[in-house]
T-cell receptor, first 112, second 108 residues
Framework: EAQVTQNPRYLITVTGKKLTVTCSQNMNHEYMSWYRQDPGLGLRQIYYSMNVEATDKGDVPEGYKVSRKEKRNFPLILESPSPNQTSLYFC???????????FGPGTRLTVL | KNEVEQSPQNLTAQEGEFITINCSYSVGISALHWLQQHPGGGIVSLFMLSSGKKKHGRLIATINIQEKHSSLHITASHPRDSAVYICAHLPSPDKLIFGTGTRLQVFP
């Protein structure tokens, strides 16, 4: 089954404790992206990747890192999480940004 | 100011009504996505438009490149159509900018 998986689905952590949210797709997609969704602000792009070893900043990259060492995986790293990073995070993939976007199920992160 | 404006923000309808959701964008190239976010949070892609009109079942999406405007129509609405509908446009060939969504509730 074609899908995008994210783990964990729910996470409560404390300020400053490094964490990684994994994202994996099985569709051989070139384009992958991370978004955060906050009430009243909608979805905002954090980072995106056009292909392996090619990542770039979206609109809200501060406090986040990503890597794309393999085509299927695109982890999101929070080196020192802060409460303002409490949000709902989505990973998505597609053949290209013009094509149908496939979204993961979301990760609800709370930083205390 | 968001580069993508959706209207209305909230919409209620009776089952069977014709629904229209609007999306306007200020800059960027001429392509736009429509997405649906279910009450449980999952997001699915409905359409990607670069011109004209697309139809899938009871959903129709149109785009007017000159006016930088797109509409999503739902014919014969049903309670299962209740969701948040989000448009996203491409300000460049590698990024997406999203509207804040339209929350639709369809009552039996």
């Amino acid at each position: 089954e074609a899908q995008v998986t994210q783990n964990p689905r729910y996470l409560i952590t404390v300020t400053g404790k490094k964490l990684t949210v994994t994202c994996s797709q099985n569709m051989n997609h070139e384009y992958m992206s991370w978004y955060r969704q906050d009430p009243g602000l909608g979805l905002r792009q954090i980072y995106y990747s056009m292909n392996v070893e090619a990542t770039d900043k979206g609109d809200v990259p501060e406090g986040y890192k990503v890597s794309r060492k393999e085509k299927r995986n695109f982890p999101l790293i929070l080196e020192s999480p802060s409460p303002n990073q409490t949000s709902l995070y989505f990973c998505a993939s597609s053949r290209a940004v013009y094509n149908e976007q496939f979204f993961g199920p979301g990760t609800r992160l709370t930083v205390l | 100011k968001n580069e993508v404006e959706q209207s209305p923000q909230n919409l209620t309808a009776q089952e069977g009504e014709f629904i229209t959701i609007n999306c306007s964008y200020s800059v960027g190239i001429s392509a736009l996505h429509w997405l649906q976010q279910h009450p449980g949070g999952g997001i699915v892609s409905l359409f990607m438009l670069s011109s004209g009109k697309k139809k899938h079942g009871r959903l129709i999406a149109t785009i007017n490149i000159q006016e930088k405007h797109s509409s999503l129509h739902i014919t014969a609405s049903h309670p299962r159509d209740s969701a948040v509908y989000i448009c996203a446009h491409l300000p460049s060939p590698d990024k997406l900018i999203f509207g804040t969504g339209t929350r639709l509730q369809v009552f039996p």
